[in-house]
């Protein structure tokens, strides 16, 4: 008696087991992935960002993450 053939895995599902070590990583996110950096250094950049974010800036109110003026990311970054 022969067995039905198995069915693949579905795109983008892995079929091994993950290892503790990856599992508690998060995943990155697609802009993460364009810019080849890890979940760990996103979300360094996001607390970076919210530190020095600024809201309700006449002519950037629609920004829903908010400004950082150029004058003070040159100044961080000297």
């Known amino acids: 008696m ?6 693949t895995p ?4 892995s079929t091994t087991v993950k290892s503790t070590a990856s599992a ?3 995943r990155r996110s697609k802009l993460a992935k364009e810019n080849d950096i890890t979940a ?3 979300a360094e950049i ?4 919210a530190l020095f974010r600024l809201e ?3 002519d950037y109110e629609d920004e829903k993450e908010g400004v950082i003026f ?3 990311v040159k100044n961080v970054l000297k």
Not at 10 to 13: D, E, L, R, V
Not at 46 to 49: H, V, Y
């Open 46 to 49: 996001k607390e970076a960002w």
């Open 40 to 42: 760990e250094e996103e």
């Open 56 to 58: 309700d800036i006449e």
């Open 10 to 13: 579905s795109k983008g599902k």
């Open 70 to 72: 150029t004058h003070d």
């Open 24 to 26: 508690s990583r998060s």
């Open 2 to 7: 022969t067995q039905p053939p198995r069915k």
